[in-house]
Nanobody, 119 residues
Framework: QVQLVESGGGLVQAGGSLRLTCVVS????????MGWYRQAPGKQRVSVAH???????YYADSVKGRFTIARDNAENTVYLQMNSLEPEDTAVYYCNAIDARGSPQFNSWGQGTRVTVSS
């Protein structure tokens, strides 16, 4: 079973930055499209950004220009650099692979990493 381990969250003031890290325990990591999701209090989990195995990226409009997704296939790791953070970015952030339908690929999610942005 693939394990997803997220880290890097914390408390930051508006305008600050954080870098999230997700380590994936899969020998097939390099072929996955990997995504970051977030779940704000009382809301559904939504996609934030994803990156294909070849490095093509996609961003939700709400984070475009502020967040950058990257990956290191040698380390089975995907990153999310978050700049100019806003209180609306407060959420628990998760990573997962994305299947051909655009849905999360792995049924088992990691524990997530909490990001809190104070105003």
């Amino acid at each position: 079973q693939v394990q997803l381990v997220e880290s890097g969250g914390g408390l930051v003031q508006a305008g600050g930055s954080l870098r999230l890290t997700c380590v994936v325990s899969s020998s097939s990591f390099r072929v996955y499209t990997m995504g970051w999701y977030r779940q704000a209090p009382g809301k559904q989990r939504v996609s934030v950004a994803h990156i294909t195995g070849r490095g093509s990226t996609y961003y939700a409009d709400s984070v475009k220009g502020r967040f950058t997704i990257a990956r290191d296939n040698a380390e089975n790791t995907v990153y999310l650099q978050m700049n100019s953070l806003e209180p609306e970015d407060t959420a628990v952030y998760y990573c997962n692979a994305i299947d051909a339908r655009g849905s999360p690929q792995f049924n088992s999610w990691g524990q997530g990493t909490r990001v809190t942005v104070s105003s």
